[in-house]
């Protein structure tokens, strides 16, 4: 299915049973299918569920200048024109940082919240990342002065972000540079935050500073890493359920 929001197409899956409605939000570089899973097993415990695709697989046409706030309207607005009236957020890393735009903006919305290896929180860079941060902004200024071929910029960034269109590439630096730290005091929504231990894109100290500063919110750790609602589904499906219910 989809939808034209603000210029946007979106695609989503919404499967409407009741009047408890989930709303999942996949991590950068999943998709539609990311909480396919999770959402069959509760739809069979009689909840609506409501699947975004988000990023380059889901929303169309996305210009330079989109940010993660650009997003999360988006998706308020989709939400909205489903007659969703209220709702529980699942978001997973950056579906995450959606996530805790809505419920700090939008408090009576979100019935409850539920972070999974969510970012959203800038992180501090020791030297050697530093360093090869200052490498790299001195290889782009030469590349723009044409003193070194611009092929030398792909030894540059993370394998995730060698992965994206070329098109996302400065939507994603948008999305990851923005600190959602100050947001994290408004929001009064129940929340879970579900990290693994093993993680290292959002490490477990991400999960300490969002128990800290969200009021009213717990932490449960698994045992694997950044994908743990996949590695350990079962799991992961049977505490979620415990937390709605």
Known sequence: MFKIINNIKVEYEYNKISDKTIVFLHGFLGNLTSFKKTSVSFQNFGFS???INLTDY????LPPTFTIYDYSEIVYKLIKSLKIKSCILVGHSF???ISIILSSMYSSFVEKLVLVSSA???PKFNLITKFKILKYKLAKFMVKKNLLNKQVLNKFG???FKMLNKSLKPVFINVVNEDLTYLLKNINAKTLI??????KVTPLKFAKIFNKKIKNSKIVIFD????CFLDENLKFINILKHFID
Do not use: Q, V
């Open 158 to 160: 993370s394998s995730d």
């Open 58 to 61: 889901g929303f169309s046409s």
């Open 49 to 51: 569920t409501l699947n």
């Open 224 to 227: 694997s890493g950044h994908f």
């Open 194 to 199: 579900i990290f693994g231990k093993k993680d």
């Open 120 to 122: 959203g929180i800038k």
């Open 95 to 97: 579906g995450g940082r």
